[in-house]
């Protein structure tokens, strides 16, 4: 990746980012927020994913982990950590933590993951070729060791 900006780099605050999120919120309300935001992402993941050689390979889905959690986590854009993802028959569940989108936010918060799931989401449609449904299934913030999202074929 390139620097965008002669002096500051690739990179912005969380505290920004979340700051745009809210103030969304406040504008559009919270589900049109969520909407745009995970649509956001979906895009920002195909478009990772093609950059990656994802798209319509036969790679596994720990190596495609692998390349998730190097791109999206430290040495990458610090968007989360992408534990692992499993298959359990046709779920497809991916497991993250320093989400974007969780952090700073108080326990038991109702926050769910958005554009975070929806850049996973993007990421794995363009792995698997097929169209996804996406859910936010466990939260760190509501007692899970992870922020889990299970993607399930249309």
Request: overall charge neutral; proline content about 1%.
């Amino acid at each position: 990746m390139s620097d965008l900006r002669k002096e500051l780099g690739d990179f912005s605050s969380i505290v920004c980012f979340k700051a745009a999120i809210t103030g969304m919120e406040e504008a559009l309300g919270e589900k049109a927020t969520a909407i745009a935001l995970t649509t956001a992402g979906r895009a920002r993941g195909k478009k990772l994913a093609e950059d990656l050689g994802l798209a319509g390979s036969s790679m596994s889905l720990d190596d495609a982990a692998a390349k998730l959690k190097q791109a999206l986590g430290k040495e990458g854009t610090c968007l989360c950590i992408v534990e692992k993802i499993i298959s359990e028959g046709e779920i497809i569940k991916v497991y993250t933590t320093e989400t974007l989108c969780s952090a700073g936010e108080l326990m038991n918060s109702p926050r769910k993951c958005t554009f975070t799931m929806g850049a996973v989401w993007g990421a794995v449609e363009q792995l698997i070729g097929k169209r996804l449904r996406g859910v936010h299934t466990e939260s760190v913030l509501r007692g899970g060791t992870h922020d889990v999202f299970e993607f399930t074929p249309l």
